[in-house]
């Protein structure tokens, strides 16, 4: 099995429940509320280890009680996390998250200690970079070291998987050059290409800018409506695994994770896509983001018995 290293967030998340996402200047009476390992790295690095894969993550909490559950509930499903520094100037990423009746949510991320995360770390890291095989990134950490990793791992000739979330417009052509795969959902690639993505056609055509930009792969992930995979020749949509969502946080984080441990066996592109859809929508099933994590046999045992 090849080696997968996460590059990216750790938050604690404050999930709190409530009937309805408030408008903008109403006010709301939650229901519940609750803290959960989360960030979007840390989700992916949390999923791809308790999957069975072999995963290092790099990145940075505070030297707080928030930033020891996180590196716990990591090392709980044997992901190595010596690339982690606990920082003494800044504390752990926080995510604010409500989640209503429909298991939407809307999320705003207090950065922390992601936000201290330097090249200097990195370099500092680099053989965990060197000695692994695919390499996986987000947005939630700074962008040029975001774009400092990539340039490692493509001159390194790692496999790059990119999850471009939270989703950023006007990124800059450079950007997108060596990319192997790039995943968004459909708002997401609608923020990254400013085009509005309604019809099948329009999709298809927001991830060919990527393409045209030097991504190899790009794969739309479309809730509820299964996926599209672009290729530079090929386009494919795949049908979703029908469930009742109670709450889609960390669906992306999960779906990224099984696409890339798929991909560490030996998988097809289509069967690490096929893949992340099962993965993901279990745990859209199940409420938080790492407490929805499921293991391989939960995942078999939902869909393949
Ligand atoms: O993708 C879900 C994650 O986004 C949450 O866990 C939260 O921490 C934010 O990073």
Redesign the pocket.
């Known amino acids: 099995m090849r080696k997968i290293v996460v590059v990216g ?1 750790l ?1 604690m ?1 404050v999930v709190i429940e409530t009937p309805h996402l408030p408008e903008c200047g109403e006010t709301v009476s939650g229901k519940k509320i609750d803290l959960v390992s ?3 790295g840390a ?1 992916q690095a949390y999923a791809a280890g308790k999957l069975g894969g072999n995963v290092t993550m790099i990145g940075a909490v505070g030297n707080d009680a928030a930033g020891e559950t996180l590196l716990y509930n990591l090392k709980s499903v044997g992901v190595d996390v010596t690339g982690i520094r606990q920082m003494e100037n800044g504390t752990t990423g926080q ?1 604010f ?1 409500a989640v209503d009746d429909n298991g939407d949510n809307s ?1 705003i ?1 207090i950065p922390g200690a992601n936000g201290l995360v330097t090249k200097e770390l990195i370099d500092e890291k680099a053989d965990i970079i060197k000695e692994s095989d695919i390499v996986i990134m987000q947005l ?1 950490i700074p962008l040029d070291v975001v774009e400092y990793v990539k340039e490692m791992a493509v001159r390194e000739r790692k496999t790059v998987i990119v999850d471009p ?1 939270p989703a950023l417009p006007d990124l800059p052509d450079h950007f997108w050059r060596g990319i192997d795969y790039v995943k968004p959902n459909e708002t997401e690639l609608a923020i990254l290409t400013g085009r509005k993505l309604k019809t099948r056609e329009e999709l298809i055509g927001g991830a060919r800018v990527l393409i045209e930009k030097g991504v190899r792969n790009v794969i739309v992930t479309l809730g509820s409506e299964g996926c599209l995979m672009v290729t530079e020749d090929t386009e494919a949509f795949f049908c979703p695994y029908q469930v009742k969502a109670v709450d889609t ?2 669906a ?2 999960s779906f990224t994770a099984a696409f890339a441990l798929a991909l560490s066996q030996g998988k097809t592109c289509g069967e690490a896509v096929d893949l992340g859809q099962k993965v993901s929508s279990v745990a859209v099933t199940r409420k938080g ?1 790492q407490t929805s994590i499921p293991t391989m046999e939960e995942v078999k045992k939902m869909w393949d018995e």
């Open positions: 967030s938050n998340d989360g960030g979007k989700n995510a998250i999320i991320i939630e979330a946080t960390a992306g984080d983001a």
